[in-house]
């Protein structure tokens, strides 16, 4: 590839990644996307292109539409709950999130509720939302007309307004009850434990069938509360285990040898814990460790 063609790539290459993540919910699989957008940009005849950033934005999200179908089938057969894969967004690995609507666009509770749209439905919404498109691009972009554009939004919209999570503390209260809560789990304390879980609040485990993991949901407060304990008190050498900023907010990350293990994130409200949500699936983490400084 020319230079040039190269260097309008590089200055896409951020952009791209995080809008393919934000509709496949996968940074492998986002990676993969940008990867053949960049093959597809290349043997393009780049002189018949008007607007790089419109080309190649219309050939992720199409790209990313079409993987969304086969990860549908995939995932009726995947074993155990399904979460979407962590990211580290301490450094701007996803574009901005200096707003809680932002950061809410990229948790993993929204990013899971995104799956019940369909894929045409996704691609308007994030488009549309995230990045601000108006519906006569995303129309041109998505093969539509506007006003179908405009109903699959409308569509999209009041299905995420029926689902959305409605968990909505500040980051700073968000590390602060996290620091709490590795405390009680750290000392064995149950009591205090489960003084910080809302009394309905469900814990959900995504091993994939890799590691040992609760393969359905843990509901209770008393119940969640000893399923943590058995994780995170125990004394295993090497163990280190930090609160970090990903996908927008604190969250737990465990390591054992510097290598990431479990990466555990909470919904948040009036000062209690509503859900966690643990990724010790060792392919769901494989992007993670690659961008995780710490890791060896």
Same mark, same amino acid.
């Given at each position: 590839?020319?230079?040039?063609?190269?260097?309008?790539?590089?200055?896409?290459?951020?952009?791209?990644?995080?809008?393919?993540?934000?509709?496949?919910?996968?940074?492998?699989?986002?990676?993969?996307?940008?990867?053949?957008?960049?093959?597809?940009?290349?043997?393009?005849?780049?002189?018949?292109?008007?607007?790089?950033?419109?080309?190649?934005?219309?050939?992720?999200?199409?790209?990313?539409?079409?993987?969304?179908?086969?990860?549908?089938?995939?995932?009726?057969?995947?074993?155990?709950?399904?979460?979407?894969?962590?990211?580290?967004?301490?450094?701007?690995?996803?574009?901005?999130?200096?707003?809680?609507?932002?950061?809410?666009?990229?948790?993993?509770?929204?990013?899971?509720?995104?799956?019940?749209?369909?894929?045409?439905?996704?691609?308007?919404?994030?488009?549309?939302?995230?990045?601000?498109?108006?519906?006569? !691009?995303?129309?041109?972009? =998505?093969? +539509?007309?506007?006003?179908?554009?405009?109903?699959? *939004?409308? %569509?999209? #919209?009041?299905? @995420?307004?029926?689902?959305?999570?409605?968990?909505?503390?500040?980051?700073?209260?968000?590390?602060?009850?996290?620091?709490?809560?590795?405390?009680?789990?750290?000392?064995?304390?149950?009591?205090?434990?489960?003084?910080?879980?809302?009394?309905?609040?469900?814990?959900?485990?995504?091993?994939?069938?890799?590691?040992?993991?609760?393969?359905?949901?843990?509901?209770?407060?008393?119940?969640?509360?000893?399923?943590?304990?058995?994780?995170?008190?125990?004394?295993?050498?090497?163990?280190?285990?930090?609160?970090?900023?990903?996908?927008?907010?604190?969250?737990?990350?465990?390591?054992?040898?510097?290598?990431?293990?479990?990466?555990?994130?909470?919904?948040?409200?009036? !000062?209690?814990?509503?859900? =966690?949500? +643990?990724?010790?699936?060792?392919?769901?983490?494989? *992007?993670? %460790?690659? #961008?995780?400084? @710490?890791?060896?």
């Amino acid at each position: 590839m020319d230079a040039e063609g190269l260097a309008e790539f590089e200055r896409q290459r951020g952009r791209l990644f995080a809008l393919a993540y934000r509709m496949l919910g996968s940074a492998s699989e986002a990676e993969d996307a940008v990867q053949e957008t960049y093959l597809r940009w290349d043997a393009a005849d780049r002189t018949a292109v008007r607007a790089a950033e419109a080309w190649l934005t219309t050939v992720v999200v199409n790209l990313c539409r079409t993987w969304l179908d086969s990860a549908r089938a995939r995932r009726e057969t995947y074993v155990g709950p399904w979460i979407p894969e962590p990211v580290h967004t301490g450094g701007g690995e996803l574009g901005p999130l200096e707003s809680a609507e932002q950061r809410e666009l990229v948790s993993l509770a929204f990013l899971t509720m995104l799956e019940r749209l369909t894929p045409a439905e996704r691609a308007v919404f994030v488009l549309r939302e995230a990045f601000g498109y108006p519906h006569r !691009e995303i129309a041109e972009m =998505l093969e +539509l007309t506007e006003a179908n554009s405009q109903q699959l *939004y409308r %569509r999209a #919209a009041q299905r @995420v307004r029926e689902q959305r999570p409605r968990f909505a503390a500040a980051p700073g209260q968000v590390r602060e009850l996290l620091s709490r809560f590795l405390a009680a789990a750290r000392s064995g304390d149950v009591a205090a434990l489960e003084s910080l879980f809302a009394a309905d609040i469900v814990s959900v485990a995504d091993g994939g069938g890799k590691v040992s993991a609760a393969r359905r949901p843990i509901v209770g407060a008393s119940r969640v509360a000893r399923y943590i304990l058995g994780l995170m008190a125990q004394e295993i050498e090497g163990l280190t285990i930090g609160i970090e900023e990903v996908n927008g907010i604190a969250a737990v990350v465990v390591r054992v040898d510097g290598v990431v293990l479990l990466v555990l994130g909470a919904d948040v409200s009036e !000062e209690r814990i509503h859900a =966690l949500r +643990l990724v010790l699936n060792p392919d769901k983490l494989a *992007y993670f %460790r690659r #961008a995780d400084p @710490v890791s060896p």
